[in-house]
């Protein structure tokens, strides 16, 4: 009880409800979208720096391997039993969407568990970084291969897909490249690095994290308020019900089988609400990049809905929280 009332009076969480409450009422508040670019550029190099130090100041070990074994795995395995499932009830390229979606991860959901964690006074490995930016690219090319597999090969889409554009999309996204680069800087640097940026890294950190998260409050009411206005019919012929449904059910799923992962790799406490919150999230940055070039038949009015405007926000008010009750349970 005591996370979720910690996590319901920190200040980010606190300024997303805002961002929602600004769209509810109808208030002009916005942030710019260069702002928020500029934002989002800021958090990924902070987590990431941050990260790279810490790395450096450990040993890499079999623990920390498999680790990033077991994320790579989890990334590429989890699309396989979501497509079956939404496969039933949608078309082939909505499926294999949805399921590169939640088999890939939220960099900003990773940054506020982290920003969660400091806030708590829980310490993490800096190589939980590494396993954020490994478990970006499996998903979107299981994805693409169910697909590929079990649709219609002889679309348009089939014809003029490249697979070194999918590889390239997904390995060399702004997200990955930055968060990547600034942990092996950190990485490179070290503590010494660390001194000198610190007030950037550290100080400006929580306070920038407050308004970004205005700003993704803002964008996830919106989209869940357009999805439902919808003239096409709540995204396309896809029930709302359904949506929340797979939103909420298939991160608490993945966070289960995050769970039991992290459980068997001995984690410590924040390693392992890390691992889980990472293995929980759905991207919505990387994959519906990659999707537009390599499934334009897939509805972004589903997936991308489902990810920011339902599973990203459950995540950050209840799946946060509750992972982290869980993992202390365990432990």
């Known amino acids: 009880m005591s996370a979720f009332l910690g996590n319901l009076g920190s200040p980010p969480l606190?300024?997303?409800f805002l961002g929602v409450m600004a769209v509810v009422v109808r208030s002009d508040l916005e942030i710019p979208g260069q702002v928020a670019k500029a934002l989002s550029l800021y958090l990924l190099f902070a987590i990431g720096?941050?990260?790279g130090v810490a790395l450096a100041e450990s040993s890499i070990d079999s623990g920390m391997l498999l680790t990033l074994l077991a994320a790579m795995l989890l990334s590429?395995?989890?699309p396989v039993y979501a497509f079956f499932?939404?496969?039933r009830r949608m078309s082939t390229a909505d499926a294999a969407a949805i399921a590169a979606t939640?088999?890939?991860?939220s960099a900003v959901t990773f940054v506020t568990a982290a920003g969660y964690l400091d806030i708590q006074g829980v310490g993490w490995s800096g190589y939980l970084v590494a396993a954020m930016a490994l478990m970006e690219s499996p998903a979107i090319i299981v994805g693409i291969l169910l697909y590929n597999h079990y649709g219609n090969r002889g679309s348009a889409s089939a014809s003029l897909f490249s697979w070194k554009q999918l590889v390239n999309e997904s390995l060399f996204n702004a997200s990955v490249f930055l968060i990547l680069g600034s942990m092996c800087i950190g990485w490179i640097t070290g503590s010494a690095g660390m001194n000198q940026v610190e007030p950037l890294v550290k100080g400006l950190f929580l306070g920038l994290l407050c308004l970004f998260l205005l700003d993704m409050g803002i964008v996830a009411a919106r989209r869940f308020r357009d999805s439902r206005q919808a003239a096409d019919g709540l995204a396309a012929g896809q029930p709302l019900r359904l949506m929340l449904a797979a939103a909420v059910g298939m991160p608490l799923l993945n966070a289960a089988l995050g769970l039991g992962v992290a459980w068997l790799l001995g984690l410590s406490e924040g390693n392992a609400l890390l691992f889980t919150v990472l293995v929980a999230s759905g991207s919505y940055i990387a994959v519906p990049a990659a999707m537009r070039l390599a499934l334009p038949e897939a509805n972004p009015g589903t997936y991308l809905t489902m990810s920011l405007a339902i599973t990203f926000p459950f995540?950050?008010?209840i799946g946060i929280p509750a992972y982290h009750a869980v993992i202390r349970w365990l432990l």
């Open 14 to 16: 606190l300024f997303f």
């Open 76 to 78: 590429a395995g989890i």
């Open 49 to 51: 720096f941050k990260g």
């Open 315 to 317: 995540n950050l008010l």
């Open 102 to 105: 939640y088999g890939s991860v």
């Open 85 to 87: 499932l939404m496969r």
